[in-house]
T-cell receptor
Framework: AQKVTQAQTEISVVEKEDVTLDCVYE???????LFWYKQPPSGELVFLIR??????QNEISGRYSWNFQKSTSSFNFTITASQVVDSAVYFC?????????????FGKGTRLSVIA | DTEVTQTPKHLVMGMTNKKSLKCEQH?????MYWYKQKAKKPPELMFV???????INESVPSRFSPECPNSSLLNLHLHALQPEDSALYLC????????????????FGSGTRLTVV
């Protein structure tokens, strides 16, 4: 069975602080995909990043960076110099290699509040 | 076209009403999904369609009836719902196979916010 754990339910930071959102996953598959989504109050799920299990390179995109550590089954997300617009719920998610029957399994989400 | 379009965006219905939610995509994705999301919870999978056939039903009550009339369209028919069914209903689609330059990922619609009164 697949499982995603986001232990941090809510985080509150002051603008310009760095913040790391933790994600730990469980799977028996050797090939799998990890995702991060942002959900602002309006409700839509905004795709942030996808990583497959064979690509352990860390990635940076502007103020966002991701640290994939297969050895600890973690895929953590860091926002540098946070801004009020970063306030949202962030979901980490996992899927198997696509075969047409591969829904996303979501963690419970971390609600990030960035205070001006 | 790289979008999943869901209509309506908001729906209020009584417990005796029959209504339908619609989801449409033109990306050639052959897997489509319905998720239900209650407030302050993650999306929960309801149904998966693969090549227009129902492949997963997560023990959803029969008052929710999915339909996939063609490869671009996914409906969710609602009948005799309860107030606890009020939620955000999200549709998503994905590639079934990757390779040949196709990138694997899920595209979500903006959802239908359903209120049952």
């Amino acid at each position: 069975a697949q499982k995603v754990t986001q232990a941090q339910t809510e985080i509150s930071v002051v603008e310009k602080e760095d913040v790391t959102l933790d994600c730990v996953y469980e799977t028996r598959d050797t090939t799998y995909y990890l995702f991060w989504y942002k959900q602002p109050p309006s409700g839509e799920l905004v795709f942030l990043i996808r990583r497959n299990s064979f690509d352990e390179q860390n990635e940076i995109s502007g103020r966002y960076s991701w640290n994939f550590q297969k050895s600890t089954s973690s895929f953590n997300f860091t926002i540098t110099a946070s801004q009020v617009v970063d306030s949202a719920v962030y979901f980490c998610a996992l899927s198997r290699h696509p075969t047409g029957n591969t829904p996303l399994v979501f963690g419970k989400g971390t609600r990030l509040s960035v205070i001006a | 076209d790289t979008e999943v379009t869901q209509t309506p965006k908001h729906l209020v219905m009584g417990m005796t009403n029959k209504k339908s939610l619609k989801c449409e995509q033109h990306m050639g994705h052959r897997a489509m999904y319905w998720y239900k999301q209650k407030a302050k919870k993650p999306p929960e999978l309801m149904f998966v369609y693969s090549y227009e056939k129902l492949s997963i039903n997560e023990s959803v009550p029969s008052r929710f009836s999915p339909e996939c009339p063609n490869s671009s369209l996914l409906n969710l028919h609602l009948h005799a719902l309860q107030p606890e069914d009020s939620a955000l209903y999200l549709c998503a689609s994905s590639q079934v196979m990757i390779g040949q330059g196709k990138i694997y990922g899920y595209t979500f619609g903006s959802g239908t916010r359903l209120t049952v009164v």
